[in-house]
């Protein structure tokens, strides 16, 4: 009976949330979802992590500014797992009995919650936007990664793992999914050679957090996590827009009060950190991959075969929702000081197919 009635409420907080979809983009589609994820996470753990059903409407509903919308969707859905990953001290819910075993007789183990714990965080992580899963990878990365908690003994230090895991593999191309398969190997052969189960619930349970509460852009999280310790900068920009090919230069107009010049890289994904891109002059500034780097270098097509690391002064804005959420790869030079002109030379040695892009000033 109680089983029956988990089901019940889960299609009535999806229905609820239906109805509040009031925004456009995927994750907003997604409420449903995100009710369903929530109710599972309560019938893992405390009934009174409903709650969480009804702060997403009224986020929904109230919350007009984007980022803070889809931000206060990322808290309500990091809690709800955390709570489910601190489980309660009582035996198994009933609508979980049996598929995974109690891996542990110590109260508030939690061990038979954790892969169910873990198909939530993976699918919030990874399946939005929703028209574009690709059901049979994901499917295939979500059952190697339930392998892994089940290997590392089913604790919150494996649902921990396993998230990780699923949120560094991208799955395009096909190969990469040789990564999870690759960890659950080395997980295997640690447990064999005597590894002990580790619980750490505090430090994975912030680790998961940090992650769902970032899930609406859980794409850069994966690949431009650095980015997110960092308080980015919303300056004014003067756009530019344009582009110099190798061996060639732009003569620019300083703005009044610009600082900094907004530079990308285009076709130049596969330099390493160090590579000479161009020059600013006056100063003899040298721009190389680490100052600036391919503008879509972060996309998940690209990300696996780029080699770019994220720029010392990323300048770029996130772009997309979801697991496909990206960060462009522009980043700031700081102009000399007192010019009122500019020559951004691009190096003669690039490919003819590369070039430096002149994003703006600010």
């Not at 702060?55 to 206060?72: C, I, K, M, T």
């Not at 198994?92 to 075993?101: R, T």
Request: proline share 7%; net charge positive; glycine share 8%.
């Amino acid at each position: 009976m109680k089983r029956f009635s988990w089901i019940i409420t889960a299609a009535l907080a999806a229905y609820a949330c239906q109805l509040a979809v009031h925004h456009a983009t995927p994750v907003d589609r997604a409420l449903p979802l995100l009710a369903v994820a929530v109710t599972v996470c309560a019938a893992l753990s405390y009934p009174a992590v409903m709650v969480g059903v009804p702060l997403l409407v009224v986020a929904s509903v109230g919350l007009f500014d984007e980022q803070v919308r889809l931000l206060a969707y990322g808290a309500v859905v990091a809690l709800a797992i955390s709570a489910a990953l601190f489980g309660v001290r009582r035996p198994q819910s009933p609508l979980f009995l049996g598929a995974f075993g109690d891996t542990g007789s110590k109260s508030g183990d939690c061990g038979h919650r954790t892969p169910y714990v873990l198909a939530v965080a993976i699918v919030l992580l990874r399946w939005i936007p929703l028209s574009e899963v690709l059901v049979l990878r994901e499917l295939f990365l979500l059952g190697i990664c339930v392998g892994i908690v089940v290997v590392l003994g089913r604790t919150p230090f494996a649902v921990m793992f396993g998230v990780i895991t699923a949120l560094i593999t991208p799955a395009i191309p096909l190969r990469t999914l040789a990564v999870p398969l690759l960890v659950l190997g080395v997980a295997v052969a640690a447990r064999a050679f005597g590894m002990r189960r580790l619980v750490l619930r505090w430090p994975s349970a912030v680790v998961v957090a940090f992650a769902m509460l970032f899930f609406a852009w859980s794409g850069v999280v994966a690949r431009a996590f650095p980015y997110l310790l960092t308080k980015p900068k919303e300056l004014p920009r003067h756009v530019i827009a344009m582009s110099v090919a190798p061996a060639q230069s732009l003569t620019l107009d300083v703005p009044e009060h610009a600082t900094s010049l907004i530079l990308s890289g285009a076709n130049v994904a596969h330099f390493r950190r160090g590579k000479l891109l161009g020059r600013i002059e006056p100063g003899g500034i040298d721009v190389r991959i680490g100052d600036v780097i391919d503008w879509g270098a972060l996309r998940r097509e690209q990300a696996y075969g780029a080699h770019n690391p994220l720029p010392r002064d990323p300048a770029g804005k996130i772009r997309g929702y979801g697991y496909n959420a990206w960060l462009d790869g522009a980043g700031r030079i700081a102009l000399p000081k007192g010019a009122r002109t500019i020559q951004v030379t691009t190096d003669a040695l690039l490919p003819a197919n590369a070039s430096l892009q002149v994003e703006g000033f600010e």
